[in-house]
């Protein structure tokens, strides 16, 4: 076996958009670091996971970091710059490419991968990052509570780089270092003893693990493009989770997450709707009536006549949602295996659609629509990486639960305030159905910090949370985990391992009040960060 030994500064494990920006945010403070990747792309969920990004409504005003402005901002100067845009569609500041009800920023996930790279660019010149492609976690060496080196191991030929670092950041779906490196950590449901939360169970249930998907997109065209049926196409159409009510999960109904009663969405490809009239709220609208337009990432409506010859509609549907069984500390054969099942039931999901779906002109199948593998960077078509929900968390200094975020809870008093607050969110508590058997649980919020706490391990003094790793409860992950949020977590994580270095001082000490956090607070804030909320900003 060929290994390689390298020495960095920060390690970030784990180029999802928390890992980006960290890296980002390490390096324009002064540290050298390595930044690892598993996947083809870079971007997590925004790019090989292509989950159009779910974001508060105010995006376009306030609420996020000034890096992730310019991360949207710069996907908006792509398409400007080189696409057939209509006029209307060119003038509009606050550019929807996809038109979808989901999101502000509905694009294609090419183009988002694209300009994270451009982002990383200057200092990959420079050397000051180095990005390992193609890689993932497979061991770790650790002396008492201090991480040494953490072991890649190539994805492609299986050649192993041993990485010593004085702080490593884990970015990780799913918190792969935890169980690496010792750094104690909890899967699953926390008891409501545990936690005083109100919608917690009696007892823990550490396999509850909400559901994961494999995404992929689709046009409708002329012709006959129906996939081979799916090897378990016959489990899965008959497939009826109890929270389905007595129907099957492939069809066009499913749970309402806030009522639970079930309900048919519509679906018709190519709309004749008007995508401009879009406007993507979900505090005033879900958006999900419609499945091609939810998440929808080009309208082709939008475009020169001809450039699109169809929409492209991104499918992350309920039907697609993945919960038979977790992938949390299995066997690794076990948990490909597992994935190998979730990419035949989003399999399924378009062979249903092909095949059986009824149609609004008293006909079946769909047959025209196409999977588009470009667009997806990947052989069949399916996102390159499965979309995890919820990730292995860790055990940290200050903890998330729902009684800090709940409206029910909180009320017009607002989400706890945090003095240590390195960023800002918000998102509904939003659970897809789990493993453990659990429907929708979908909780009112209100506009939340994030502490810096929760990005602390109790113990590993040189180790950072800065994905869905971070100390949140199963409940409060489900308001925690969205693109805009991990961003804010992976750009503070960042910035604190390199005002660390640069200070001699350990993570734990600038948590403390005193001197050293409000230095670090101020950088923050100088770096674009914003840590409490403006006006304007309300529950839903």
Not at 108 to 131: D, K, N, Q
Not at 165 to 182: K, N, S, Y
Not at 319 to 328: K, N, Q
Not at 458 to 478: D, F, Q
Request: charged fraction near 25%.
């Amino acid at each position: 076996m060929t290994v390689q030994d390298l020495d960095t500064e920060v390690l970030v494990v784990g180029a999802g958009l928390g890992g980006v920006a960290a890296a980002l945010a390490a390096a324009e403070r002064g540290a050298m670091v390595i930044l690892t990747e598993e996947f083809p792309w870079i971007g997590g969920q925004l790019t090989s996971q292509a989950v159009p990004p779910d974001e508060h409504p105010w995006v376009e005003s306030f609420g996020i970091t000034a890096r992730y402005r310019a991360l949207r901002d710069g996907i908006r100067d792509v398409y400007r710059r080189r696409y057939p845009l209509v006029g209307a569609a060119r003038e509009r500041v606050a550019l929807n490419p996809g038109a979808g009800w989901v999101s502000k920023l509905c694009v294609e996930p090419r183009v988002a991968h694209g300009v994270l790279e451009e982002m990383l660019a200057p200092y990959r010149s420079t050397g000051r990052i180095r990005l390992l492609e193609r890689v993932r976690p497979v061991a770790a060496s650790v002396d008492g509570d201090r991480i040494v080196s953490v072991t890649v191991a190539s994805e492609i030929d299986g050649v192993q780089s041993v990485v010593t670092a004085r702080f490593v950041i884990d970015a990780t779906e799913t918190g792969e270092l935890l169980p690496l490196t010792g750094t104690e950590y909890v899967t699953g449901f926390e008891s409501r003893d545990d936690t005083g939360e109100p919608s917690a169970p009696d007892q823990a249930q550490p396999d509850n693990v909400q559901a994961l998907s494999v995404c992929f997109a689709m046009e409708h065209v002329d012709g006959d493009h129906t996939i081979d049926r799916p090897a378990r196409y016959d489990f899965w159409r008959s497939f009826t989770p109890p929270a389905w009510q007595g129907e099957p999960m492939l069809s066009w109904s499913a749970p309402n997450p806030r009522t639970l009663q079930m309900g048919a969405r519509d679906f018709g490809p190519n709309p004749a709707d008007d995508a401009l009239a879009v406007d993507a709220d979900q505090s005033r609208n879900a958006g999900d009536d419609n499945l091609w337009i939810f998440r929808r990432i080009a309208a082709r409506d939008l475009f020169a006549p001809g450039f699109y010859s169809s929409d492209l509609c991104l499918v992350n549907w309920p039907s697609i949602d993945y919960f038979l069984a977790p992938v949390l500390d299995v066997p690794r054969d076990v948990e490909l295996q597992r994935y190998a099942d979730a990419r035949q039931l989003s399999l399924s999901m378009l062979y249903w659609m092909q095949t059986e779906a009824p149609r609004a002109d008293g006909g079946t199948g769909y047959p025209g629509l196409r999977l588009r593998p470009d667009v997806m960077g990947s052989a069949d078509g399916l996102a390159q990486a499965p979309y995890h929900r919820e990730s292995r968390r860790i055990r940290p200094l200050t903890r998330i639960t729902e009684n800090d975020v709940s409206y029910a809870v909180r009320g017009d008093r607002g989400a706890t305030r945090y003095e240590e607050s390195v960023g800002v969110g918000m998102y509904r508590i939003d659970l897809h159905p789990s493993t453990g058997g659990d429907t929708y649980i979908d909780v009112a919020s209100t506009p939340f910090e994030i502490p810096l706490g929760a990005l602390i391990p109790e113990r590993t003094t040189n180790l950072l949370a800065a994905n869905k790793n971070i100390g949140t409860t199963h409940l409060t992950n489900g308001c925690y985990r969205l693109h805009p949020v991990e961003w804010n977590i992976g750009e503070a994580a960042g910035h604190l391992a390199a005002y660390c270095l640069a200070t001699g001082s350990p993570a734990h000490a600038v948590h403390e009040a005193g001197a050293l956090r409000a230095d670090y607070l101020r950088e923050l804030e100088a770096a674009g960060v914003e840590r409490h909320w403006q006006d304007g900003a309300h529950p839903y």
